[in-house]
């Protein structure tokens, strides 16, 4: 229970910050680079997870252990700067891809259907290949899916 307390603290402390930073500097740095930065850190993270849980089983030390858990948890700042940055960025990109339309609305509800979807898809795939092939395997399979959006952001947006 103090880990999945701890993971929640970590990611909503490094989400803040992010959030703020892209407030204050998305119109210094464009939106679409800060985008990506939330966009590329999901994959990092998940390809991160994937190295870690492939350690696990060879670290038999419980001091070894306590530090896998340690960089367990510090993989959930880059969950924060995802959060962060998508909860500021996607309804300015959102009124950006809209503007002028009149279609803001539409817009808003697509790409947040778009998120929930993918957000419960994630879940479901992550635990089905977690329980079937181990967490190796889902954290692998959830990052390279998750290239798919970042690298579709990257080439299609202007």
């Not at 969950?79 to 002028?100: E, H, M, Q, R, W």
């Not at 290949?129 to 947006?157: K, R, T, W």
Request: proline content about 3%; aromatic content about 10%; glycine content about 12%.
């Amino acid at each position: 229970i103090l880990l999945s307390g701890l993971c929640i603290v970590i990611a909503q402390s490094a989400m803040m910050p992010f959030a703020k930073m892209c407030g204050d500097y998305s119109p210094k740095w464009g939106r679409k680079r800060l985008f990506l930065l939330g966009l590329f850190s999901l994959p990092v993270r998940c390809v991160l997870l994937s190295l870690l849980a492939a350690a696990k089983e060879s670290i038999v030390s419980t001091m070894g252990q306590d530090i896998l858990a340690i960089m367990i948890l510090g993989t959930q700042v880059l969950d924060g700067v995802g959060a962060g940055i998508f909860g500021t960025l996607y309804i300015l990109v959102t009124s950006d891809i809209s503007g002028g339309t009149g279609r803001f609305s539409l817009m808003m509800g697509l790409t947040t259907g778009a998120m929930c979807l993918g957000c419960m898809a994630s879940g479901y795939i992550g635990q089905t290949l977690a329980h079937d092939f181990g967490y190796e395997a889902a954290f692998s399979a959830l990052g390279l899916l998750s290239f798919i959006p970042a690298f579709m952001y990257l080439f299609c947006m202007p």
